[in-house]
Nanobody
Framework: QVQLVESGGGSVQSGGSLKLSCAAS????????MNWVRQAPGKGLEWVSR????????SYAESVKGRFTISRDNAKNTLYLQMDSLKTEDTAVYYC??????????RGQGTQVTVSS
């Protein structure tokens, strides 16, 4: 049973930084492509970033490219998202998700990130 637990969210001023973590269990984390997705108030789910399991190659949405960095520690079954130069439009609930389903329904409970101006 896939379990994903996000942490590290909070409130920060525009231009600040946060680092999110996602603890994974119940599946072979080191073999899965992992994602960060987010949902802003009143909006749908938005893909943010992806990291492959062994090559560690990464992809980013244009809206976060150059500001966010995804990483993983397969030995610790943990996914990370370093978020720098945060903007008010980054305010959202952030989820880590596997790539098992195209709707990212394999995701945790989320962690709130609020960026104020």
């Amino acid at each position: 049973q896939v379990q994903l637990v996000e942490s590290g969210g909070g409130s920060v001023q525009s231009g600040g930084s946060l680092k999110l973590s996602c603890a994974a269990s119940g599946f072979a984390f080191s073999t899965y492509t992992m994602n960060w997705v987010r949902q802003a108030p009143g909006k749908g789910l938005e893909w943010v970033s992806r990291i492959r399991p062994s090559t560690l190659s990464t992809s980013y949405a244009e809206s976060v490219k150059g500001r966010f960095t995804i990483s993983r520690d397969n030995a610790k079954n943990t996914l990370y998202l370093q978020m720098d130069s945060l903007k008010t439009e980054d305010t959202a609930v952030y989820y880590c998700a596997t790539s098992r389903f195209t709707d990212y329904s394999d995701r945790g409970q989320g962690t709130q990130v609020t960026v104020s101006s």
